[in-house]
């Protein structure tokens, strides 16, 4: 697939990846075998018909492919970009046995941005079946929690805490892997299946879930894990050190890299080291770049197999310059005469036995301390949920770190609320938590019609009281 | 959803209330808890302390001083204007304490915060001493206000043009020579926060301070407004915006609240200059 240059694209925050042409998109899916038991659909957490869609890019009708994926999968440009395929469907599929797989999530991607530029159609919206939802968040997981249940027919409001929709969408992942335009567009869609959405709420403090649950029939929480995690070592409070979730909301929500035209600053750092090697640290240290930094570097404790983010979003950091020093971790952070960071001193590290979550251990080796020049740090190590949710909602069970858990099918221990993706795993994948979404759309909507069974036998009874007292005339 | 200014009144050189028309936060609002609001489209989000609400009427008041691009901005508006986004209530309402003598400080614009919460703590039945101060008697703003929920109102100016000629903590020190105070709750500049948990420390009387750190959510996610309380991280969004005077490191506060000063200054000027040139066209 064609992308920007390297060197050019540091310079600014467009698309690196341009997506592929019609031509080149209708090669790309002459290639599916259309195998009779695919096993690429497997690897799929929202049970996208993959060779459906394929077969409608290769006999050359986008429309009819786009709105194939639109079955199974709401967001499907979203997907097409940010999606793990070579750990999903692209692991899966046969041609990768003896060969490249085929490029599920960029024919994905060229289907559904054919769609959003020849201009989405409104789609039917079906009876009312006069249940209502609150979805709490608008990130991945709500949103596919909340268009599924459109589609049967229940009225459902999404309630959220920022100025804007989306969750990570928006302020976690940076314009230059998901154009705003695109989430955007993908959340207009969702509306125009009739879903409401309140910014600038923030339940916990504008309603308790309590409270929601006397005016809706089920709650979603949705509410993702946003409480950034420290390293708890010296010096992490100086100037120039940000968690990866303020140095991106600042970036993406607020735009700050177009400060001063926005009124949000931010510190532009000449070196910058990022803490941590998943997806959010690769952001980080690419926003870093683009705001100009001479050098970037990625410390991460353990080593290259270990990384958590995408090979190409890996791949797509070291081209652009950014430095990995890997088995390295901070241990104090230095300030200069004004409590500004000077320099990250760090600590080589050895792996060892694995620990509990079967991972290597990484271990220190005494007399490796050294000193990296850095005047702004990130820290990229992982979030969890907020505690405002479960500190205000009575009998909702939670474990460690304010997760709260869930049986297969998305409910939690409070009858009526489900929970599903980051608040309930622990910071995830997009992609992920849209499977979770479309788990606890299907229970909670055969929950609400265990409550229309209920009505309708407590009717029944009604009926048969009143028979049973009318009967005499 | 718009948030609608139905009124705006300059209280004091370069001090302006606003009455803002937000029935969902007005409704849930306690003394103490804060909103966070963003202008327009390409606004920065700023947090405001919530300095009254009427319940009934949906209006939520805040007070705030120009001192850069977005405050500037927001003075500018008039009522009938509307910002993009209000966001709240955020933050831990004030706890109110029980059969206290309390001692409330409040300099500058946090006087008006001053005010909702010495109203409740007076309702709960505490006898209220209040200390305001200003550099100058046209800075002295809510007087009447706060005098109808305090016991006794101290008034101090910088320059002596109105009530005692010096600083609040100089009354606050007499006071507690002379009386037990079981609280101080100081809100109010940082350094005159500072000052006030240096007096109140070798007396022994807990104190509180509202801090006002930078924020950018609000909500917990991004800890720009994290300070250090009796050498542990807390964020001031949710785990504040109140903590104990003793415990704070007034210091790093100080040092975070400057970090964008350059930015600020850049910002300020180019609206400025913006600003004249649309007075010359």
């Keep these: 697939m064609p992308e920007q240059d390297p060197e050019e694209r540091i310079h600014n925050f467009d698309e690196v990846a341009l997506g592929y042409t019609e031509e080149q998109a209708t090669i790309e899916a002459n290639r599916c075998l259309q195998c009779k038991k695919p096993q690429c659909i497997k690897g799929c957490p929202v049970e996208i018909d993959i060779p459906a869609f394929i077969k409608n890019i290769a006999e ?11 079955r199974a999968n709401t967001l499907p440009a979203i997907c097409g970009r940010v999606c793990p395929q070579e750990m999903q469907c692209e692991i899966e599929c046969t041609l990768g046995k003896k060969g490249e797989p ?21 789609p039917g919206i079906p009876e009312s079946t006069g249940y209502r939802v609150a979805v709490v968040g608008s990130g991945p997981a709500s949103l596919t929690v909340a268009a599924d249940l459109a589609r049967i027919g229940h009225s459902v409001t999404i309630l959220e805490a920022l100025h804007e929709e989306g969750g990570v969408l928006i302020y976690g992942i940076p314009e230059f892997r998901l154009p705003k335009e695109i989430v955007r567009a993908e959340v207009d869609f969702i509306k125009k299946l009739g879903v409401e959405i309140k910014l600038n709420f923030v339940v916990g403090k504008l ?22 995690s420290f390293l708890g070592i010296e010096g992490e409070n100086l100037n120039g050190v940000y968690s990866a979730n303020e140095f991106l909301t600042r970036v993406n929500l607020m735009k700050a890299y177009q400060f001063p035209d926005y009124d949000t600053p931010i510190k532009k750092g000449k070196h910058v080291v990022v803490v941590g090697a998943g997806n959010v640290a ?14 970037v570097t990625i410390v991460y404790r353990r080593g290259e197999d270990e990384m958590t983010a995408r090979i190409e979003e890996i791949r797509h950091a070291k081209e652009e310059g950014v430095h990995f020093k890997l088995l390295t971790n901070p241990t104090i952070i230095y300030g200069d005469e004004n409590n500004w ?8 590290m050895r792996l060892g ?18 000193e990296i020049p850095a005047d702004v740090a990130v820290i990229a190590i992982g979030t969890t949920p907020n505690p405002l949710i479960p500190s205000t909602t009575s009998d909702l069970q939670t474990i460690k770190r304010n997760i709260i858990p869930t049986d297969a099918e998305c409910r939690t221990s409070k009858k009526g609320v489900f929970a599903g993706g980051d608040v309930v795993t622990g910071s995830a994948t997009v992609i992920s938590a849209m499977g979770a979404g479309k788990i606890a759309a299907r229970a909670i909507d055969q929950y609400l019609q265990s409550l229309r069974f209920a009505e309708t036998t407590s009717t029944l009874d009604c009926e048969a009281i009143e028979c049973r007292n009318t009967g005499n005339q | 959803m718009t948030y609608t200014i139905l009124e705006r009144e300059e209280l004091a050189p370069e001090i302006y209330l606003l009455k803002l028309y937000a029935p969902e936060v007005a409704n849930k609002s306690e003394p103490g808890q804060f909103i966070i609001i963003r202008i327009d489209e390409s606004g920065e989000r700023i947090p405001l302390t919530i300095a009254d609400y009427n319940r009934g009427a949906g209006i939520i008041t805040v007070v705030f001083m120009e001192i850069g691009k977005t405050t500037k901005q927001l003075a500018a508006l008039k009522s009938g204007d509307s910002l993009s986004d209000i966001v709240g209530p955020l933050g831990n309402p004030a706890h109110v304490p029980k059969n206290s003598v309390v001692v409330f400080v409040g300099g500058g614009v946090g006087i008006t915060t001053v005010y909702p919460e010495a109203r409740e703590f007076k309702k709960a039945g505490n006898t209220i001493i209040s200390i305001i101060g200003a550099r100058s008697e046209n800075l002295l703003i809510w007087e009447d206000r706060v005098r109808s929920v305090s016991d006794k109102l101290y008034i101090t100016t910088d320059d002596g043009t109105k009530g005692r000629h010096g600083f609040v903590t100089d009354v606050l020190t007499d006071i507690l020579r002379e009386r037990s105070v079981d609280l101080v709750v100081a809100i109010g500049p940082v350094v005159m926060m500072r000052a006030v948990a240096g007096v109140t420390k070798p007396f022994g009387v807990k104190t509180i301070v509202s801090l006002n750190p930078v924020m950018v959510d609000g909500t917990g996610m991004c800890g720009s407004c994290r300070v250090l309380v009796g050498g542990e991280t807390k964020f001031t969004c949710v785990d504040g915006p109140e903590f104990d005077a003793h415990q704070v490191d007034f210091t790093l506060l100080l040092t975070r609240l400057a970090a964008y000063r350059d930015e600020e200054a850049a910002s300020l000027e180019k609206f400025m200059h913006e600003q004249d040139g649309d007075e010359k066209c």
Excluded at chain 1, 62 to 69: G, K, P, Q
Excluded at chain 1, 341 to 347: E, L, N, P, Q, S
Excluded at chain 1, 353 to 370: F, K, L, Q, V
């Design chain 1, 341 to 348: 960071v000077k320099t990250v001193k760090c600590i080589k």
């Design chain 1, 353 to 370: 036995e694995p620990d509990e979550s079967g991972r290597a251990r990484p271990e220190p080796i005494s007399g490796t301390e050294h």
């Design chain 1, 282 to 295: 690769m952001d980080a240290a690419r926003c870093a770049l683009r705001l100009g930094a001479e050098n």
């Design chain 1, 207 to 228: 309603r308790s879930v309590d409270e929601l649950l006397t005016e809706y029939d089920a709650v979603f929480l949705g509410s993702g894990a946003g409480l950034p």
């Design chain 1, 102 to 122: 085929i490029a599920i999530g960029r024919l994905e991607r060229f289907a559904a941005d054919y769609e959003l530029e020849k201009g989405v159609q409104t």
């Design chain 1, 60 to 70: 050359g009708d986008f429309e009819a492919s786009a709105s194939e994926l639109k």
